[in-house]
């Protein structure tokens, strides 16, 4: 699996928490909830060889274009 994350673009990739008995390592086993969700990222971090604060920065704005929500400051 982490050949084919490897192909995918980022700037294609979203990340969600909608598996509720699917909860990643070191959860599984437990009900999956929106807090472990940072352990999504983590784990594409490493497979992507990029910042946890990279994957969380590209796959956010992925996300508000996806649904049409923009920041205006």
Known sequence: ME???????????????????LAPVPYRGKRNEPAFIRYTAEKLSEIKG???SDI???TTRNAMNFFGIAIKC
């Open 3 to 21: 050949d084919v994350i490897k192909e995918i673009p980022l700037e294609r990739m979203v990340l969600e928490t909608d598996a509720p008995f």
């Open 50 to 52: 990029l910042t946890s």
């Open 56 to 58: 969380c920065q590209v």
